[in-house]
């Protein structure tokens, strides 16, 4: 059988793992769309910081691996797909054609670009690869000008390798006036701003950005930024295009059923292109997470075998390292219509703990500066724990939540 793997993130390398440990005859190649060997992205702000070297963020130590695995790696772009009831061919951007009998897209997502002028000028730049990597870090010095236009979670995960290494950083969070907005309630985001201000990060919550301008410079109807460095941060969409005519289902993201199989016969999906079940709520949704998207990999390779594995669904948890301040959201974190939800701040100490309910179950949350609630509140989440007479006195206080997960489980 010939299986072919668009995509060499975690999805795409941890199925070409899988297939080859249950299928040692059969053909696999893997599709990347970048150079080099397949390297996990995850790792681009440590290398940033310098806590690593590029070879460090490598997604498997040997140089050989894939040679040993017998699995032909190539590095092109897939232009289009063309399926049939058998199997079907993926045509790529060098000229190759590849003939499959099972299709894995595992081609995750590329950053989205705000509709200004100016995107495409030198020193703008994403963060989302090596090669954006070492652009960034070709600037980065002590009082280098940095502009971060957008402040969701692809822009807080990069935030404290441009605060270490002494850079004026300064973020525009655009119209929302709230950064973080898709991982954190306004109280969270509140807290975060007033600690990322106090490193002297400066958060720009008004004003609309107008285009950049040679320099580079950033003007915006309410003022102009100079910079050194300009990083397009404004969001990802999947990638997707070469499945067009395929006629596979394609939302947010590929949709799936639990077993990772498009709506096109023999081709199956998996990781940040993926909408997977979520386990929270059973509906089909996108989760750009690393572990989810190694799961997917493994449970749609033994489907490309025959071997029916249905994927359970994967918890929506974010971590976020915000220049030393760390934070968890969990599940529902934004609660339910008929479920409770309660929190505690304490401003001065940079602490915040949100529990959400429904019924005596805990279904969702969000952490600031607690991480050792973190195991506990993770726990309640996915066990779908009844709580009893805890989730009253969770809801009185939310810190209690470690001694509600011990006795629990120890009943």
């Known amino acids: 059988m010939k299986h072919v793997i668009i995509g060499a993130g975690s999805a795409g390398v941890r199925a070409a793992e899988t297939l080859r440990d249950h299928a040692p005859g059969d053909s696999i190649s893997l599709v990347s769309g970048e150079p080099g060997e397949p390297y996990s992205r995850m790792a681009i702000p440590y290398i940033l910081n310098g806590a690593i070297d590029e070879d460090g963020a490598r997604q498997r130590r040997s140089h050989q691996h894939l040679d040993s695995l017998n699995i032909q790696y190539l590095h092109a772009q897939a232009l289009q797909v063309r399926s049939g009831p058998n199997g079907g061919q993926v045509e790529l951007n060098n000229g190759t054609q590849l003939d499959y009998d099972r299709l894995l897209v595992a081609t995750g997502s590329s950053p989205t670009l705000p509709p200004i002028p100016g995107t495409d000028l030198p020193d703008v730049v994403t963060c989302w690869t090596l090669d954006d990597a070492r652009r960034i870090a070709a600037k980065l010095k002590p009082g280098a000008r940095v502009i971060m236009l957008g ?8 935030m404290k390798s441009l605060v270490n290494s002494g850079a004026k950083l300064s973020v525009v969070a655009g119209r929302s006036g709230q950064i973080l907005r898709s991982m954190m309630t306004p109280v969270g985001s509140s807290l975060l701003q007033r600690w990322l201000e106090a490193r002297g990060v400066d958060v720009i919550t008004t004003g609309r950005t107008l285009r950049i301008e040679p320099g580079p410079r950033l003007v915006m109807d309410t003022r102009s930024i100079d910079a050194d460095l300009i990083i397009l941060a404004t969001g990802v969409e999947p990638n997707v295009a070469f499945l067009k005519g395929t006629g596979a289902e394609i939302r947010s993201g590929v949709v799936v059923d639990e077993h990772m199989r498009t709506s096109v016969p023999h081709i199956y999906a998996a990781g940040d292109v993926a909408q997977g079940r979520d386990f929270s709520t059973g509906e089909w949704v996108v989760h750009a997470l690393q572990p989810t998207a190694t799961e997917h990999g493994r449970v749609a390779a033994l489907n490309m075998l025959g071997q029916p594995v249905a994927y359970r669904g994967s918890l929506s948890m974010n971590v976020l390292d915000t220049v030393g ?17 309660t929190e505690v701040v304490d401003e001065a100490n940079y602490l915040y703990t949100r529990l959400c309910f429904e019924a005596d179950q805990l279904i969702g949350a969000i952490t600031v500066g607690h991480p050792h ?6 726990g309640l989440i996915q066990s779908r724990r009844h709580l009893g007479p805890w989730k009253d006195r969770l809801v009185q206080n939310p810190h209690l939540v470690m001694d509600a997960f011990v006795e629990l489980n120890q009943g």
Do not use: D, K, P
């Open 373 to 378: 609630h973190v195991g506990a509140i993770r």
């Open 151 to 158: 402040a969701g979670f692809v822009a807080g995960v990069c």
């Open 325 to 341: 301040l760390i934070s968890h959201t969990f599940g529902l974190w934004q609660g339910s219509a008929t479920g409770e939800v």
